[in-house]
């Protein structure tokens, strides 16, 4: 009887005991997947922490960048502003999500070039391409602009990158470039012009003094002066041309500017329209400076007018002077002065003002805002070019309706009480006949300048090229005494001429002639090894007396018989 319970209980202990095993399996096992899902989230969480810190990371990449990104959708919002375009465009990232990204830049200016843009990135998948936006402040922003078109995972169109790079100060850059090549084109031609007309003036300025020699009553002497009036005016306007061109070449000495802006003051005060009030303000101290007085004078001349011609209605007309040492910090505009010290010359008005689109076209020639008829558009190109020859800077700030002030930066020189280059005294001799070599490609100008030289006592022995003149001198070289060639001829131009005919006689007296300035040769030509140079059109004085110069320093040059050793 007692077998019975027992093994009951036996067996329903067994029985207890497998459950409890299988429940501790179970358990077991439910823990041990408890832990993997927890191990595999733990995972995730952390490929989701590292993602967002990736993202994180390339959002401030993305912010320190040079360049604005951009993206908008489909529907032109905008979805990412990163610090650069804030910078660029002047919105914070806070106004510019999620605004109509057509309402931000294209305000002002045409709206089918976004959609445009906006097609093509659709079709073609990208787009770039230069455009011009407006800034918050209103400002006009060059941009290279590049499109990329975004797809999801499926594939569909999603939204376009837009990365905008600044080319504001490239495109100025290169304007400036262009506007520097259409000068320096404008003064080579210039130049050509000036030469062809300077030698069928010069025959003319020659011919008039003695011309006015041979007419006896008033009404031809009338006639001689209404055609010598005629031909210095054209004289005038060519070398106008040629300073504007590459700036132009005279007689230089040290100068006081308190005498040309004073100058200049009277001028205005008595030439000016009354409602004009002018003004002089100068420091009295002013250094000198080393420039043509002539050329000062209509620079300054330039500027006044300008300045008038901007105050139809009247205004002030203030001119003033300053000693200036420029330091680096100091200097301003796109083509600096040097460091250094100068005086500043500055022509200031109350007038109309200059619009900033114009400012950077002011000095080119031709160019003017005046009413037809009334200006060249050589004034402030001529005064720019003077400016740059005497190695100084010319600056504008202007504004519509307040006025302008040019600043003209000119070298200041120590002054030792000699100028360079001044030449003693001047020629006295008389001609002795010497035999002169006249070379000239023009037949006019051969025949007048041959005329006046025999005038004067003078033997003339002409040639058409540098290559005939070559050959006549070889057959008299111990005749001739001295040679005038024109620097621009066929065959062989005027400076292969001389330096061969150096080489054959070292002590020869050469004056090279041209329609050209000096300083407005190339730059060959200025290492030309000429004594002298003559431009035309020239007077008749000036040739004689140039002549006798050269052959009186080659007179003192050379030692006389029992002088210096010489037997």
């Not at 990135?121 to 006009?140: D, F, M, P």
């Not at 061969?500 to 050469?510: G, S, V, W």
Request: proline share 4%; hydrophobic share 40%; with cysteine.
């Amino acid at each position: 009887m007692a077998s019975g319970p027992l093994a009951f209980y036996i067996g329903f202990t067994i029985v207890i005991a497998s459950m409890m095993s299988l429940l501790a399996v179970f358990v077991v096992g439910l823990v041990r997947d408890q832990r993997v899902r927890l191990a595999m989230k733990e995972a995730q969480l952390k490929q989701i922490r590292e993602k967002q810190e990736t993202i994180r990371q390339q959002a401030a990449l993305l912010d320190k960048a040079s360049d604005a990104i951009i993206v908008i959708d489909l529907q032109h919002r905008i979805q990412f502003w990163n610090g650069s375009a804030e910078k660029l465009f002047g919105w914070s990232a806070e106004e510019a999500l999620n605004s109509d990204v057509r309402q931000r830049f294209y305000r002002s200016v045409p709206l089918h070039l976004y959609e445009l843009s906006m097609d093509v990135a659709k079709t073609r998948g990208e787009w770039s391409g230069e455009i011009e936006l407006r800034s918050k402040n209103g400002e006009v922003i060059s941009i290279f602009s590049r499109w990329t078109l975004v797809r999801d995972d499926a594939g569909n169109a999603k939204s376009i990158l837009i990365v905008d790079s600044d080319i504001t100060e490239n495109k100025r850059l290169e304007a400036q470039f262009l506007r520097a090549q259409r000068m320096e084109i404008l003064g080579v031609l210039a130049g050509g012009i000036a030469h062809d007309l300077n030698n069928i003036l010069n025959p003319i300025v020659v011919s008039i003094e003695g011309l006015r020699k041979k007419v006896v009553d008033e009404s031809s002497r009338r006639i001689v002066s209404t055609i010598e009036s005629s031909a210095r005016r054209g004289v005038t306007i060519v070398r106008q041309m040629l300073a504007f061109a590459r700036g132009t070449g005279g007689k230089r000495d040290f100068l006081k500017p308190s005498y040309l802006i004073r100058e200049m003051f009277s001028i205005a005060s008595e030439s000016f329209p009354r409602s004009i009030r002018t003004e002089l303000n100068f420091a009295p101290d002013l250094w000198p400076v080393f420039g043509d007085a002539t050329q000062l004078h209509q620079v300054l001349l330039n500027l006044c007018i300008n300045a008038r011609d901007s105050m139809p209605e009247g205004g002030k007309l203030q001119i003033s002077a300053e000693n200036l040492t420029l330091a680096r910090d100091q200097r301003s505009g796109d083509q600096k002065p040097e460091l250094g010290r100068y005086v500043v010359l500055r022509v200031k008005d109350t007038g109309t003002g200059i619009a900033s689109d114009q400012l950077d076209r002011i000095f080119e020639p031709f160019y003017t805002t005046k009413e037809m008829g009334k200006g060249t558009g050589l004034g402030l190109s001529t005064a720019a070019g003077i400016v740059k020859n005497h190695n100084g800077h010319i600056e504008v700030a202007s504004e519509l309706g307040k006025g302008s002030t040019f600043s003209v930066f000119l070298p200041a020189v120590e002054y030792d009480g000699h100028a360079p280059g001044e030449t003693g005294s001047t020629a006295s001799r008389s001609a002795k006949g010497e035999l002169i070599l006249l070379v000239d490609d023009e037949a006019s100008v051969r025949e007048i300048m041959s005329d006046v030289l025999r005038s004067h006592g003078y033997s003339v022995v002409t040639a058409v090229d540098g290559a005939e003149a070559l050959l006549i001198f070889q057959q008299r070289k111990g005749e001739i005494k001295a040679v005038v060639t024109d620097m621009m001829m066929p065959a062989m131009n005027g400076v292969t001429l001389m330096q061969r005919l150096r080489k054959m006689n070292p002590e020869l007296p050469i004056i090279a002639t041209s329609g050209y300035w000096a300083s407005a040769l190339p730059e060959e030509w200025e290492q030309t090894v000429a004594d002298r140079f003559l431009m035309k059109p020239s007077s008749s004085n000036e040739l004689v007396n140039t002549v006798r110069k050269v052959l009186e320093e080659r007179e003192e040059r050379t030692p006389t018989p029992g002088e210096g050793g010489v037997p």
